[in-house]
Nanobody, 124 residues
Framework: QVQLVESGGGLVQAGGSLRLSCAAS????????MAWFRQVPGKERDFVAS??????????HYADTVKGRFTISRDNAKNTVYLQMNSLKPEDTAVYYC???????????????WGQGTQVTVSS
């Protein structure tokens, strides 16, 4: 079992930045691929970014909508994954969820463990 707790959400103006954090506890964090998804009311949860766990590869994947603006990273010593969000747009407004699984992926059903989410609101 892995427990995930997100933090760092809030209200920011368009063009601003936020950094989300996801603290993990439970089983060995370094053995899990980590990802961020986001969801707006009435819509499906969308993939944002993911990062592999293997020591020799920290390969990352991004949704086209955030590529070049968002950066995912992890600190295995702190059991934490981050999402640095720059040049934020109103359409980035959503609840952001952290997810973990043994295998990296880009689909919601590929992840077994989820946090409770943190709200990000970008004003125009």
């Amino acid at each position: 079992q892995v427990q995930l707790v997100e933090s760092g959400g809030g209200l920011v103006q368009a063009g601003g930045s936020l950094r989300l954090s996801c603290a993990a506890s439970g089983r060995t964090f370094s053995c899990y691929a980590m990802a961020w998804f986001r969801q707006v009311p009435g819509k499906e949860r969308d993939f944002v970014a993911s990062i592999a766990w293997t020591p020799w590869s920290r390969s990352t994947h991004y949704a086209d909508t955030v590529k070049g603006r968002f950066t995912i990273s992890r600190d295995n010593a702190k059991n934490t994954v981050y999402l640095q969000m720059n040049s934020l747009k109103p359409e980035d407004t959503a609840v952001y969820y952290c997810a973990a699984d043994e295998f990296i992926g880009t689909r919601e059903n590929e992840y077994d463990y989820w946090g409770q989410g943190t709200q990000v609101t970008v004003s125009s």
